[in-house]
């Protein structure tokens, strides 16, 4: 039940007035929590936007140098009507192949002629031919990438309303790793992989086996469907000679020591053949390339450095607190919009878990990396890369290009491994003077991401992400807290408000008692 309110009737006060001016001075331990959250919420989303930003250049590193070659090497081919040629960031040494004797091709089989075309029903297709086909499926077993036999037949499904091309579509569609073509009466079965399946056949018939001997192939006269068939043996390897050694691979492009190769022709030139010059397979590093990359990741670094100086060095206003609803009224956008720019400013100034963080960063350039045998070059700034003169700068990054060049001429492949060693481990086993000792191998990127992983699992400690909830981080919690003390404010603020009103309901009701009783004393005229 509401209580009842006299608003000044008898003492001619304007007690609304009076109570609102009081409830405002009974307000300021309430707004100074409500400041104190809002305080806290600015610094939680100031934490995460730093975040935001370090995963946005793990990101650019992941995606720009570690997925991507690093090392981009040119493969060149002394005769590229024979041999095609490309190279991976591994490519290394020269590679000469003296010939090429039999390229790989795939195993085909061929049906006889049949009474049908494209638009022929299976059903009429079985009955031209007088054959009975006692099940609805054929199971089919072929060569894979590798150069094997598929372990387990492919099943693939006909209906004899089904006509021969949409059973020719239907086996294209499958997993089977064959081709179909249905052509002037006669059906053939391709391997869709080269090579020769050693002691066996690269495309075997498990099942359905009367569907072939439908479509009249070879050694399918008297099968029935219980027992499997070899359909195709006739698929080669490529056979070359490379740096005088005996080679076979299934397809016609393979890899080699870093290189892709693509056989193109057959040719011979060993001794007392007709010959043609052996081809030559060489590769050079693409040291523009990479100095191109490394620029763009200091820039990008550089960036980040900067907007992370700034967060932590940013000015602290305190005499500009955050607004309460009150002071919002009194002011117009542009005027709460220039107060709250302030009053979020430095609330990160000088913070322990970025400071720490760009001082680790920092370390980094100046550390020595064990994954790098070549110790000429097993430093960043070895190879012209350090942090600014100034040290306002914070840990900029500039380079010695000249000095960049030089290291990427002479050993780019340390320089690669200085960068990113895909092969180093954070505690890896390497030999020191003879001696056994543990080391981290991983490149300069690799650790980088490794700090850079570092503070934000440190800032999510603190600040958490959007996923959370708040009793998963410090200042979620610290936030939970001040709600509940600020509901129970505003409880106690209810009761004040209506004790005030209590009172000065109660002493209007006394000056009224009295204005009655003093008039009964007046002369009646």
């Known amino acids: 039940m509401s209580q009842l309110r006299i608003g000044g009737l008898a003492s001619g006060m304007d007690i609304d007035e009076l109570v609102e001016k009081l409830m405002q001075a009974e307000r300021a331990p309430l707004n100074k929590l409500e400041q104190q959250k809002q305080i806290y919420e600015w610094t939680r989303d100031a934490y995460r936007d730093v975040n935001k930003k370090l995963q946005t250049f793990d990101t650019y590193i992941a995606d720009n140098l570690l997925l991507k070659s690093f090392n981009t090497k040119t493969a060149t081919s002394t005769n590229t009507n024979l041999i095609d040629v490309t190279a991976t960031s591994s490519a290394s040494g020269t590679l000469t192949i003296e010939g090429v004797s039999q390229l790989a091709s795939a195993a085909r089989a061929v049906g006889g002629q049949v009474n049908g075309i494209g638009t022929t029903t299976l059903g009429d297709l079985f009955a031209n031919s007088g054959v009975t086909v006692s099940q609805n499926f054929i199971e089919i077993r072929a060569i894979q990438k590798d150069g094997t036999l598929a372990a387990e037949a492919t099943r693939i499904e006909f209906t004899e309303n089904m006509t021969i091309d949409q059973f020719v579509s239907k086996i294209n569609s499958s997993a089977a790793g064959v081709s179909a073509v249905f052509e002037n009466g006669r059906l053939s ?33 008297s099968a029935d469907d219980s027992e ?29 020591s870093g290189y892709t190769i693509t056989l193109k022709n057959t040719f011979n030139s060993l001794e007392g053949e007709p010959t043609t010059n052996p081809v030559m397979i060489t590769s050079t590093t693409n040291v523009d390339d990479i100095i191109s990359k490394i620029k763009d990741f200091v820039n990008t670094y550089n960036g980040l450095i900067k907007e992370l100086n700034d967060v932590i060095k940013e000015s602290k206003y305190r005499d500009y607190p955050p ?43 100046y550390e020595a990396y064990p994954g790098v045998s070549n110790t000429k070059y097993n430093t960043l700034y070895s190879i012209g890369i350090t942090t600014t003169k100034s040290y306002n700068d914070g840990g900029l990054l500039e380079i010695d290009e000249n000095k960049l060049r030089a290291a990427l001429e002479e050993d780019p492949d340390a320089v690669t491994k200085l960068f990113t060693n895909s092969s180093g481990k954070k505690e890896d086993k390497i030999l020191v003077n003879g001696e056994e000792k543990t080391a981290d191998t991983r490149g300069f990127l690799q650790k980088l991401r490794d700090e850079m992983n570092n503070i934000k699992l440190k800032i999510e400690k603190k600040a958490g992400r959007t996923t959370m909830t708040a009793n998963q981080y410090t200042l979620g919690k610290t936030l939970t807290d001040i709600e509940s003390r600020i509901k129970s404010w505003k409880d106690k603020l209810i009761t004040i408000e209506e004790r005030y009103w209590r009172q000065f309901t109660a002493m209007e009701q006394a000056i009224n008692k009295a204005n009655m009783q003093a008039s009964l004393f007046m002369p009646q005229y």
């Open 228 to 256: 499997p068939i070899e359909l195709a043996d006739n698929g080669k390897n490529a056979i070359f000679q490379v740096n005088g050694i005996d080679t076979e691979r299934a397809t016609n492009t393979f890899s080699i």
């Open 189 to 221: 079965i391709t391997a869709k992989n080269t090579g020769d399946v050693k002691g066996g056949a690269e495309i075997v018939v498990d099942s359905g086996q009367a569907v072939f001997k439908a479509f009249k192939f070879t050694g399918f006269e």
């Open 323 to 365: 607004l309460t609803e009150a002071q919002k009224k009194e002011m117009d956008e542009k005027e709460i919009e220039l107060w709250e720019e302030k009053a979020k400013s430095g609330l990160l100034r000088s913070d322990s878990i970025i400071r720490a963080g760009l001082s680790k960063m920092r370390a980094l350039i």
